[in-house]
């Protein structure tokens, strides 16, 4: 799925924070609240405030009812009935620096994604639900313990039609971090946890732009927000939820939207 946010696409404004605040775990909170609605569709809060840390507690309490903002909406397509389940887990934890974010980068010898930086993840099995697919591919992916995370919220669904998954992002705290691993090295190549200071900084943001044509077959330009942190560029699905943690959480800061990055081994030509 392509996430592409614009003033004129998102309807909701984001209070600016500064990024050195995010150090501190501070987040200030949006100037409108995301609509809110009950359903299926809609975020919804797993834990209460007393177990989670102080700056994680306005970005539950908004995403708690919350829909997805227009933008996401126009680039989400419905689901087929037939379409499959999985969740990925977007665990945040206290670095030594402030917020941090775990993510992954799929091993190149996969045959769909190779490469990529993402969220743990992959489809539910038969009788689970999203946040124990959530955690228990995430313990097989990284080594992380399951009993060491709270989960905190869930995001409402987005159906990805290249994958035919609707995916449902599991919003966590890591309250005891420990050693994680890519476990096997034959579906994960790295780690990582991330500053949320790094991933708000302007100067590691841009986009990525997806020409038509190529091997990807596509019909028209898509554009996908990217980050360039930790000698990665997380782009496509996984950037498009980071984008939206951001500001969920009250962290997100202008940038340079026509700035545009490529990730290792692209065309010199997709840099442009």
Do not use: K
């Amino acid at each position: 799925m392509i996430l592409r946010s614009s003033p004129t696409q998102n309807p909701t404004v984001w209070q600016p924070v500064n990024v050195v605040a995010i150090h501190d775990g501070a987040a200030a909170p949006p100037r409108r609240q995301p609509h809110r609605r009950s359903g299926a569709q809609t975020g919804r809060r797993l834990a209460d405030d007393a177990v989670l840390p102080a700056w994680m507690r306005p970005m539950v309490d908004r995403l708690d009812g919350a829909t997805l903002p227009r933008w996401v909406l126009h680039a989400t397509p419905p689901a087929p009935d037939d379409a499959r389940r999985s969740a990925v887990l977007m665990l945040l934890a206290n670095g030594a620096t402030g917020p941090d974010l775990l993510l992954t980068q799929r091993s190149a010898l996969l045959r769909s994604h190779a490469g990529q930086p993402a969220f743990p993840g992959g489809a539910l099995e038969v009788g689970e639900g999203p946040v124990a697919a959530a955690l228990r591919e995430a313990s097989e992916e990284t080594g992380l313990d399951p009993d060491s995370v709270i989960p905190a919220a869930m995001l409402p669904p987005m159906y990805l039609r290249p994958s035919r998954f609707v995916v449902r992002p599991v919003l966590a705290h890591w309250r005891t971090p420990g050693p994680v691993r890519p476990v096997d090295p034959h579906e994960t190549d790295r780690v990582v946890r991330v500053p949320v200071a790094e991933l708000a900084d302007p100067a590691h943001r841009g986009t990525v732009v997806l020409r038509p044509g190529g091997d990807r077959g596509l019909q028209r330009e898509l554009r996908t927000p990217a980050f360039d942190v930790a000698g990665l560029v997380v782009w496509g699905f996984t950037a498009g939820l980071v984008d939206l943690l951001l500001e969920w959480g009250g962290w997100a800061v202008p940038w340079d939207r026509d700035r545009v990055l490529a990730p290792a081994g692209w065309p010199v030509d997709a840099r442009r």
